[in-house]
């Protein structure tokens, strides 16, 4: 008898000690117990296991039945596996959180490869290795021994394999459908090491392509994203989106723009797609911008980040339930105008999203000194789904100064030959493309200036597509591009220009001739010697005929005035054949006190020219105004 009290006895210490080391681990014991039943009914899709294992809804109960069913999953259920993670079990307000790998073939990858062939879908199935499986965590949460997220565990597991291998079934689960027109009915899957994957329905007779322009997930959006995905007529697809994102995360919110077009192309249109929940208990902070805030409206926020040596990288904030695309028309960096700049690089941004967006710069644009100031034009496109259309607006940044460590450094080192109240204009010098001006913004705007003609040493080249538009305050170059030997000695230059600018109230302009500006007193200017006969004189301008050029008849030009002028012609005659206003085009300018070569545009007749005549307009560019010179008839032998 004693003996068997000191056996009860020393037992009933023994338990004692190891509920008193090991009573977690009991609990956990316990928890892992159930879980185990769960899992084991749910894998083999028994369903009579599953209605007593948890709190499941008639509608779960009755889809396990129907998936059990399934051609495509009597192939999948004998390799479905699952590991509970001891670990990992908690108990928090008397629920115990227990969390379960599923692993199991890549069921969507075997699907997009066999279509509707189940036998080739098995195939595929058996011969993929199992290091090659996909894992599903899952939380089984258990209160008072039951399950109570049992709808949402099972729709963490069979959700997607409902919505591929059933698309008619009624059941969402926990993938609810985030989108859906008459062609395509779109669900959001999960989130993985690759990107963001979505289920596709192709509703339409065509094969369809599935092109995501940005992707939100919880709030942070994306638009670096690699994914063309093509979905046959009436089949469910996979897209794979692929971008980088932290794939830990739990989706709590998703949103997007997307592009839907036919395979051949004879139908395409867009969608956004708004802030949509996908989970309402998942937790999260929503992004905040990365940088220094230097713009804010009621539609965007802009925080400048950093600068690469061919990048400028910002955070933007779309604060608007529509998708936005943000470029830059001007933009100047501690006061130096960047040229170069692509009018076609647009970075997307989600509805109610934050992104990171990544301008190209040109190379060299970026100083070793760092960024003090950034300066510039941005153009914000608003897109509109019912009218599948961009509305456009703009908004002017100045960031003040960011960093009053760096010296900046302003003002053209070249040769100061034009100023007024808005704009700054210096030589600096002839390269092989052309004469270099610096041009110096002056205004709160943005400025679009433009050279029509310049001359060096009284002469004068009639200039096309010369301009370039500049930051507000800032420094840029200007190319007038035209033939001239960059060791040509600098005597004297004369040019015409025109620049604008739009403020709140307006457009404001202003056309100037440049005079004669002396650049070197040391330097002898000869003037060019026009070619061909004399046809015309007056105390403006002498005109020389030079004969056939390539688009017309060609005129030297002398401008004996302080103004720019070209030439033009309602009515002209080539060997007695008329030609009216309808037939004629003007070509270029000739600056002040200069010669150049003008072109009269017309079709010119294979038959050598033996007279000409007629009436010439001889303009002032400045304003427009004009007066006649009448060619008299001219004979050429």
Do not use: W
């Amino acid at each position: 008898m004693g003996r068997l009290k000191k056996t009860i006895s020393f037992t009933l210490i023994i338990l004692m000690l190891i509920t008193c080391l090991t009573g977690c681990d009991l609990s956990k014991i316990i928890a892992k117990r159930r879980a185990v039943k769960v899992m084991d009914a749910l894998v083999t899709l028994n369903s009579k296991k599953i209605k007593v294992t948890g709190n499941y809804s008639e509608e779960v109960l009755e889809v396990s039945k129907t998936l059990k069913d399934n051609s495509y999953m009597k192939v999948l259920l004998p390799r479905l596996s699952y590991e509970v993670d001891e670990e990992n079990i908690t108990t928090e307000d008397g629920v115990t959180y227990c969390d379960v790998n599923v692993k199991l073939p890549d069921y969507e990858d075997a699907y997009l490869r066999c279509g509707a062939d189940v036998f080739m879908y098995a195939e595929e199935i058996k011969s993929q290795d199992e290091s090659d499986y996909i894992t599903v965590p899952v939380t089984l949460a258990f209160k008072d021994k039951k399950l109570v997220n049992a709808d949402d565990v099972f729709s963490d597991m069979y959700s997607s394999m409902i919505f591929m291998f059933e698309p008619s079934s009624s059941y969402t689960g926990k993938l609810p459908i985030i989108y859906e027109d008459d062609c395509i009915k779109l669900k959001f899957l999960r989130l993985d090491s690759l990107g963001a994957h979505f289920l596709i329905k192709n509703y339409t007779d065509d094969e369809l392509i599935f092109m995501p322009q940005d992707i939100s997930i919880n709030g942070r959006s994306y638009c670096d994203i690699d994914c063309y995905c093509h979905i046959k007529s009436g089949e469910v697809g996979e897209a794979t989106c692929k971008f980088d994102i932290d794939s830990t995360q739990a989706v709590g919110t998703v949103a997007g723009h997307f592009h839907i077009s036919s395979s051949d192309f004879k139908f395409k249109y867009y969608f956004t797609l708004e802030k949509t929940v996908i989970d309402d208990k998942v937790k999260f902070d929503a992004p905040s911008l990365d940088g220094t805030l230097i713009y804010e409206d009621e539609n965007v926020k802009l925080a400048y980040k950093e600068t690469t040596t061919d990048h400028i990288i910002f955070d933007a904030e779309n604060l608007t339930e529509n998708n936005i695309r943000i470029g830059i028309d001007t933009l100047a960096l501690n006061g130096k105008n960047i040229d170069g700049l692509s009018f076609l690089d647009y970075q997307y941004v989600a509805p109610l999203s934050v992104s990171e967006i990544k301008f190209d710069l040109p190379y060299g644009a970026v100083s070793d000194t760092g960024i003090a100031t950034v300066v510039g034009k941005f153009r914000m496109y608003t897109f509109d789904n019912q009218t599948q259309k961009d509305e456009s607006s703009t908004f002017n940044v100045d960031s003040g100064i960011l960093d009053d460590s760096i010296v900046v450094e302003t003002g053209s080192d070249g040769f100061a030959v034009y100023e007024d109240s808005n704009v700054k204009i210096y030589y600096k010098e002839i390269s092989s493309d052309g004469v270099v001006f610096d041009i110096e913004n002056l205004t709160d705007y943005e400025m679009t200036l433009v050279a029509e003609a310049v001359s060096i040493n009284k002469q004068s080249f009639a200039l096309t597509l010369c301009g370039d538009t500049y930051a507000s305050h800032s420094l840029g170059t200007l190319v007038a591009e035209c033939d001239l030997d960059p060791s040509t000695p600098v005597g004297e230059l004369s040019a015409f220009f025109r620049y604008s600018y739009k403020t709140d109230s307006g457009t404001e302009s202003q056309r100037f001739p440049l005079d004669t500006v002396i650049i070197d007193s040391n330097v002898a200017v000869v003037p060019p010697t026009p070619e061909g006969p004399l046809v015309y004189e007056d105390k403006n301008v002498k005109i020389y005929y030079n004969g056939v050029a390539e688009k017309g008849l060609a005129f030297d030009v002398e401008n004996l005035s302080n103004l720019p002028y070209s030439i033009n012609s309602e009515q002209f005659f080539i060997n007695f054949k008329e030609y009216t206003e309808e037939e004629i085009l003007i070509s270029g300018v000739v600056a002040p006190h200069s010669t150049g070569t003008l072109v009269l545009v017309l079709e010119v007749p294979e038959d050598d020219i033996k007279v000409i005549s007629g009436t010439l307009h001889i303009v002032d560019n400045t304003n427009f105004s004009s007066y006649n010179a009448e060619i008299t008839e001219t004979k050429f032998e």
